[in-house]
């Protein structure tokens, strides 16, 4: 199956600080997704980008398809912004007919005030 | 919007006793799937309904685990009868359809003693 490694594993910044978080996949995929995994273990929705590039406030995704990896940009971190970062995708061909997203290890992110 | 519901929050049991997971998921959301995330690991995928047929059970552990999902609506999870290594984070995620964008419960944590 398709195979997804996280970067950095583990993550210490300061508040205001800035941080990209990298995601690269093995193989084509057809869904990628980033999501935050708050301290209570609630996963949030950032982002649904199998390509291109989106913003939502100090958050942006790049996913470059034909290079297989995504970049996660947080800007000016905030102590809320502790948690783990998960990358998931899922790869139609792979995936054996089910759309289950395969995840990443994630990103341990510690925003320190 | 409600979000995907998941109950109860909490959960534990001693080993070889059972137990069920109920979510309900995003109002019009065809697509509901479970998933199981062990302490320090992604999320894995467990089984995926669209509607009340299943897609893919492949990663279940049928000899204990089951689920169901009647009228295409609310889903149980049971395992029956439980494992130490069971212990984990049960989530359950929908989506509109297929590939489309996945949201994510809160989530059942089991502690199997």
């Known amino acids: 199956g398709i195979q997804v490694e996280q970067s950095p594993p583990d993550l210490i910044l300061q508040e205001g600080a800035n941080s990209t978080l990298r995601c690269n996949f093995s193989d084509s995929v057809n869904n990628l997704q980033w999501f935050h995994q708050n301290p209570w273990g609630q996963l949030i929705n950032l982002f649904y980008i199998p390509s291109g590039t989106k913003q939502n406030g100090r958050l942006s995704a790049t996913t470059v398809a034909t290079e297989r990896y995504s970049l996660l940009y947080i800007s000016s971190s905030q102590t809320t912004d502790s948690g783990v970062y998960f990358c998931?995708?899922?790869?139609?061909?792979?995936?054996?007919?089910?759309?289950?997203?395969?995840f990443g290890k994630g990103t341990h992110l510690i925003i320190q005030p | 919007e409600a979000g995907v519901a998941q109950s109860p929050r909490y959960k534990i049991i001693e080993k070889r006793q059972s137990v069920a997971f109920w979510c309900n998921p995003i109002?019009?959301?065809?697509?509901l799937y479970w998933y199981q995330q062990i302490l320090g690991q992604g999320p894995k995928l467990l089984i995926q309904f669209q509607n009340n047929g299943v897609v893919d059970d492949s990663q279940l552990p049928k000899d204990r685990f089951s689920a169901e999902r009647l009228k295409g609506v609310d889903s149980t999870l049971k395992i029956q009868p439980a494992k130490l290594e069971d212990s984990a984070v049960y989530l359950c995620?929908?989506?509109?359809?297929?590939?489309?964008?996945?949201?994510f419960g809160p989530g059942t944590r089991l502690l199997v003693l």
């Open positions: 995620a929908s989506s509109l359809g297929r590939t489309e964008t996945q949201y």
């Open positions: 998931a995708v899922w790869d139609m061909y792979s995936g054996g007919g089910a759309d289950g997203l395969t």
């Open positions: 109002s019009g959301h065809a697509t």
